[in-house]
């Protein structure tokens, strides 16, 4: 790969992954694109994911380590020194199709308007072979309003390739429970930037027996915390804070409903009446 190819920097988090993480490392070692650094950030793993990790010798990864954080402060730790071109996420249970990084860099070569690349994401089994469905963004422009919208026309997860700007720290906020990649790239949207998405594959995404609608009261914790955050943004109108607001507790009234969890139901249905 001739020098002067753009640096791709691949940011993965990982905890306790030992039945995952051999797999997400081998498809970044299959990419058709090679000019990328892949550094991992071993977060406390209490299992053998550093062994496994340890097993691959490849120049160009790049291994961190550091006490159980989560998964933000992990992304961040990696994140910072970053010196790349381009830089995206990927978790430690999930995988890139072989042209994830081709096919992305390429629309960005073809518009140096872009700011953010997204692609059809691939929700699979737990072992990666079933595709269930598939998901593809069909945004263009900048994304800001359809993230604080939810509209989900440019989010599904850490799917975004992202051009880095100079003199630009990236770094997302520690200790949420949930949504802290949406509001990572509701952050960086405000700041300005076009989107657009690939028609082809850029993560497949394990679709496990755990997710976050287990766990409804840390969703929704997440949720108020992304509120507040989103407010702190001057770039964002109060009309859509405010349809942010009532999407969060609609979403979470019909979580609980269906969870039969009856008793997380009062206070959201008073917070809906205040909105």
């Not at 691939?122 to 069909?138: C, G, S």
């Not at 989107?195 to 609608?213: D, E, F, H």
């Not at 009062?266 to 809906?272: D, H, I, N, S």
């Amino acid at each position: 790969m001739p020098i002067n190819q753009p640096l791709v920097a691949i940011i993965m988090p990982a905890y306790n992954a030992e039945n995952y993480i051999a797999t997400a490392i081998k498809s970044v070692l299959a990419q058709s694109y090679n000019h990328w650094q892949l550094r991992i950030v071993n977060d406390g793993s209490r299992d053998m994911t550093e062994e496994i990790i340890s097993r691959f010798k490849d120049p160009r990864i790049v291994y961190f380590t550091q006490e159980n954080q989560g998964v933000s402060a992990a992304r961040n730790l990696a994140l910072s020194a970053m010196q790349a071109d381009f830089f995206c996420f990927l978790d430690a249970d999930d995988a890139l199709p072989p042209n994830s990084l081709a096919d992305r860099l390429a629309l960005f070569a073809q518009d140096e308007q872009l700011s953010f690349v997204d692609g059809r994401i691939l929700i699979q089994d737990a072992q990666l072979q079933e595709t269930i469905r598939e998901v593809q963004p069909n945004w263009k422009g900048n994304p800001l309003v359809d993230l604080v919208r939810l509209g989900g026309q440019s989010f599904f997860g850490p799917s975004w390739m992202v051009r880095c700007q100079p003199n630009t720290s990236y770094q997302l906020k520690i200790g949420m429970t949930h949504a802290e990649d949406l509001l990572f790239y509701i952050q960086l949207a405000a700041k300005g930037g076009q989107y657009a998405a690939v028609q082809t594959p850029v993560l497949r995404y394990r679709q496990g027996n755990v997710s976050a609608m287990s766990n409804l009261k840390g969703l929704e914790t997440g949720y108020w915390e992304l509120l507040a955050e989103v407010k702190k943004l001057k770039a964002v109108p109060m009309v859509h804070i405010r349809y942010l607001k009532k999407r969060i507790l609609r979403i979470m009234f019909l979580s609980y409903l269906r969870a039969k969890q009856f008793s997380a139901i009062g206070p959201v249905l008073q917070r809906y009446f205040k909105a």
